[in-house]
């Protein structure tokens, strides 16, 4: 049987508590659970972010693909026409 975690203190600050208190409301949970909740989100958006740039980063020194999206830009100002 595996241990439970320890236990994490945090001090919020009015600002940080009243935000927790929303989502816990808003979630109908309690702010333990909108807290693990909040981070683990958090962690997540992060993991996405940090893939998404380095995949951006990948098509940036790839040449075909950099003269393609140039030309889809090109096509697309076409498209819109004048103003």
């Known amino acids: 049987m595996a241990s439970a975690p320890s236990p994490l203190s945090l ?4 600002e940080g508590l009243n935000a927790l208190e929303e989502i816990a409301r808003r979630r109908g949970v309690s702010r333990a659970e ?3 909740q909040a981070i ?3 962690a997540e958006r992060e993991r996405r972010r940090t893939g998404l740039a380095a995949e951006a980063r990948s098509l940036m020194k790839d040449q075909r693909y950099v003269r393609e ?12 026409g004048p103003w």
């Open 11 to 14: 001090r919020l600050g009015r």
């Open 34 to 36: 909108a807290a693990r």
């Open 40 to 42: 683990t989100e958090t």
């Open 69 to 80: 999206a140039h030309e889809v830009a090109g096509l697309m100002e076409q498209l819109r």
